[in-house]
């Protein structure tokens, strides 16, 4: 069984920053690929960022790249989204995600483990 716990949600005005960070337990984390996803209220759960096991590799969504930065230290097992020019439309319960598949995996359903979110609000 694999823990995932995030933190760094908040309210903060559009154009700000947040860093998340998702702390892990339970299975060697350097196995996994990790996701972050978000959701909307009344929309899907939408993918945002992955990285792969080593962080050699990284993957955004079309909508944050250039602004959020995924990484992870596999000493410390966490994983970390960093959020500048945050906006509006990025408002959300972001999760982190583990997937043993060793793919880099955009989509809510191949994922093996969730955290239970954390709320990042932006006002304009």
């Known amino acids: 069984q694999v823990q995932l716990v995030e933190s760094g949600g908040g309210l903060v005005q559009a154009g700000g920053s947040l860093r998340l960070s998702c702390a892990t337990s339970?299975?060697?984390?350097?196995?996994?690929?990790m996701d972050w996803f978000r959701q909307a209220p009344g929309k899907e759960r939408e993918f945002v960022a992955a990285?792969?096991?080593?962080?050699?590799?990284?993957y955004y969504a079309n909508s944050v790249r250039g602004r959020f930065t995924i990484s992870r230290d596999n000493a410390k097992n966490t994983v970390y989204l960093q959020m500048n020019n945050l906006k509006p439309e990025d408002t959300a319960i972001y999760y982190c995600?583990?997937?043993?598949?060793?793919?880099?995996?955009?989509?809510?359903?191949?994922?093996?483990?969730w955290g239970k979110g954390t709320l990042v609000t932006v006002s304009s």
């Open positions: 990285i792969s096991q080593s962080g050699g590799m990284r």
């Open positions: 995600a583990a997937d043993m598949s060793s793919l880099i995996l955009t989509t809510p359903s191949a994922m093996n483990y």
């Open positions: 339970g299975r060697t984390f350097s196995s996994f690929v």
